[in-house]
């Protein structure tokens, strides 16, 4: 018990320091709202809501939360004190290259108030050549596939037969999408939306477009029954709109909608008739579920310091967000579980042991500098243009999935091949005078 207080100090006390850390960064560089404000997904919904703050209700609701059970708490503590200090690492790192690399940035901080619409390079044509694209894949993937969407089984009454299909899309046992095309659909969708909902907010314009946009992008998301694409499409809406307004009422009006939505979906998934279970539900799937990994990793595996090898090298590598499945009580009988989500860390530690713990961050923190390198370029050129892909990125970084897809480089490899390059391609076909 005394060793859990003492950790937990610790703890407060990497907070406190990050905070500080942060709050200076943010005073200086308008981190939150100005040149950087693309990095919003990464700190405020991957590291701030889904992981950080869930380490602190595991450390002090451990009792009440179902999944956590079987979790002693000194798993608990170990795990708050190394999720508090990678975010210390992390945010250390980034004000140094706030400060001391890139520091000419923070003179362009009024770029992203002072956009014209001069400055928005698409024209109606473009904007409805990507439209189409969208609209002919969607309408494709439910026309040849429509018996085995999870999200049409699950409107019609059928929870079960949903979550069988979903298992069999996760492990390819059923190919619902055009390999390739639809990462390509994928990215180009969320920059539609996004794009032409800062149009809304800037300059009340495409209004029409961006609804049909939105609804069209939705029905691609959630043919396989996920929720949380769609949640993290809402959320980017959310701070998108706090990014460029910076009303706070807005954000918490938002921020209700996502609630309501969370809810409807949650009903419909869980079939229960009980509201206050579904809150919980809410509750635990985003506040715990996306660490549960960790706890589970760090308690009952040993290190393998043959897994990074296993990963470089074999073809039938199996990633321990696997191997952790059956240790977890609360998935017991559920033969539909896939995988399980789980904070960088634990991936890890499972390959390096305390090494793992102390340098990831530092090299987690190095493949995101390279990023916002990458995609500053870009920004300068033209900040509206290319600030859908540089969010994208933010929101998909691997930072609370996999240590070794934060080494693949896939999920920027990804948005430059089948996102900026085919775009700027699009782009180039009819340019603008004031393209640069």
């Known amino acids: 018990m005394l060793l859990n207080i003492l950790i937990l100090i610790v703890s407060l006390i990497f907070t406190f320091l990050t905070f500080v850390i942060f709050r200076d960064a943010n005073k200086k560089f308008n981190v939150l709202n100005g040149f950087y404000s693309y990095l919003t997904p990464l700190l405020f919904i991957q590291i701030g809501v889904f992981t950080y703050i869930g380490s602190y209700v595991a450390f002090f609701f451990k009792d009440n939360i179902g999944r956590l059970y079987e979790i002693n708490y000194s798993t608990i503590s170990l795990s708050l004190l ?23 940035n923070s003179k362009k901080n009024t770029t992203v108030y002072n956009l014209t619409k001069e400055m928005c390079l698409l024209n109606k044509t473009q904007i409805y050549s990507i439209f189409i694209i969208v609209l002919l894949y969607v309408f494709y993937k439910y026309a040849f596939n429509y018996n085995n969407s999870p999200i049409i089984a699950m409107l019609s009454g059928m929870p079960e037969r949903a979550a069988e299909l979903r298992f069999l899309i996760q492990t390819h046992q059923i190919s619902v999408d055009v390999k390739y095309l639809s990462k390509l659909v994928e990215i180009f969708g969320f920059y539609l939306v996004s794009y032409l909902y800062i149009n809304v907010i800037l300059f009340r314009q495409y209004f029409k477009t961006f609804l049909l946009s939105f609804f069209l992008v939705s029905l691609n998301i959630v043919y396989d029954g996920q929720k949380a694409p769609l949640i993290l499409l809402m959320l980017s809406l959310l701070l998108i709109r706090y990014i460029y307004t910076k009303k706070i009422k807005e954000l918490a009006m938002l921020s209700i909608a996502v609630v309501v939505l969370l809810l409807v979906m949650n009903l419909l998934a869980s079939g ?85 713990i102390l340098i990831s ?39 609370s999935r996999s240590f070794y897809q934060i080494l693949d480089f896939k999920y920027f490899l990804y948005v430059f091949v089948f996102g900026i390059i085919p775009f700027y391609t699009l782009i180039s076909l009819k340019r603008h005078n004031n393209v640069t």
Do not use: C
């Open 82 to 104: 190394y999720i508090t200090y990678s975010v210390l690492v992390l945010v250390s790192i980034l004000s140094f290259y706030f400060y001391f690399i890139n520091k000419s």
């Open 361 to 399: 961050p530092v090299i987690a923190s190095l493949f995101i500098i390279f990023y916002m390198y990458i995609m500053d370029h870009f920004l300068r050129r033209n900040y509206l243009l290319y600030f859908p892909f540089a969010f994208f990125i933010s929101l998909s970084f691997p930072i």
């Open 272 to 356: 229960s008739s009980s509201i206050l279970s579904i809150v919980f539900t809410i509750l635990d799937r985003t506040f715990i579920g996306q660490n549960q990994g960790l706890y589970y990793i760090l308690q009952y595996l040993p290190v393998n310091h043959k897994d990074f090898f296993d990963w470089l090298i074999n073809s039938n590598y199996i990633p321990v967000d696997r191997e952790v499945i059956p240790f977890i009580g609360f998935y017991a009988g559920n033969n539909a579980i896939v995988n399980v989500n789980t904070y960088y860390l634990a991936e890890a530690w499972y390959a390096f042991g305390i090494y793992g």
